[in-house]
């Protein structure tokens, strides 16, 4: 695929996936379970334009959501940005397996569900909540020296009662992203684009081909001129010799006419 065109393409998709990341459906007022759309976006980009161009629009398009539009004055929450970033290269990487779409759909959604939601978006999301603690790097590290002891819910405990929820809105993705994949419409758009650098370089083609065809006629045609050249200057030349050959014959007859004269 042309480079320019993943790198537009990737672009689009970040700013959707921003869009995406914003305009959420929330379920409750800590915006801890919402109905999202990022699971669509972020997968077509894998799956389109590889994987790490869909890490990228995952991560992206949730780092910038974030600061376009923070919530309730929370710190960027690190383990659903990886989860994102994550998304997109599964999502890459089993679409390039050599299986029906539908069966590389579903295996991309059962492992995100399970590595993505139910463990790095949870974990995330039960840090921030739950723990109270900022949910980065820095947070993970004084977690271990966090007393646990007097936390209402555990991790385990906050993940289950989050399933439903995630199991619907990972449904509502996959059905959209079934939808889109069994149709082709977007694999119809990039092979309209792809085709247009392929005419140009054929059309280029054509054009040397006959630059070439041209010179290659020059050429002969220079050949012959020279070749025409040098066969009339050898019959000139040719003429002048037989010239100077019959005065030398006339002008040895005349002497012999002179001797026998004089004789």
């Known amino acids: 695929m042309n480079k320019t065109l993943v790198i537009t393409c990737t672009a689009m998709l970040c700013a959707l996936s921003v869009v995406a990341n914003v305009f959420t459906i929330p379920l409750v007022p800590n915006f801890s ?15 389109y334009l590889g994987p790490w161009c869909g890490a990228a629009v995952g991560f992206l398009g949730d780092l910038i959501a974030h600061f376009a539009n923070p919530i309730g004055g929370m710190g960027y929450n690190w383990f659903i940005g990886l989860s994102c970033a994550l998304t997109g290269l599964i999502a890459g990487y089993i679409f390039r397996l050599k299986l029906h779409r539908l069966v590389k759909l579903a295996i991309t959604l059962a492992l995100c569900f399970l590595v993505c939601t139910s463990v790095l978006n949870n974990f995330g999301l039960w840090m921030q909540v739950i723990v ?3 949910p980065s790097p820095s947070g993970f590290i004084m977690l271990f020296t966090t007393d646990l002891s007097q936390i209402k819910k555990t991790f385990w405990v906050y993940a289950l009662g989050r399933a439903p929820v995630a199991l619907l809105n990972t449904a509502i993705n996959g059905v959209l992203l079934a939808a889109i994949l069994q149709t082709k419409i977007i694999d119809k758009l990039f092979n309209h684009f792809n085709q247009k650098p392929d005419r140009a370089d054929k059309n280029t083609a054509v054009c040397c081909d006959s630059a070439a065809d041209n010179d290659e006629e020059n050429a002969l045609t220079s050949a012959a001129d020279n070749a025409t050249s040098a066969t009339t200057d050898g019959t000139v030349a040719a003429d002048n010799s037989s010239g100077n050959t019959q005065s030398s014959t006339d002008f040895k007859s005349q002497n012999s006419g002179i001797h026998s004269t004089k004789g």
């Not at 759309?37 to 997968?43: A, G, H």
């Open 33 to 47: 379970k919402v109905i999202s759309f990022t699971i669509f976006v972020t997968v077509l980009a894998g799956v």
């Open 132 to 134: 109270g603690l900022r």
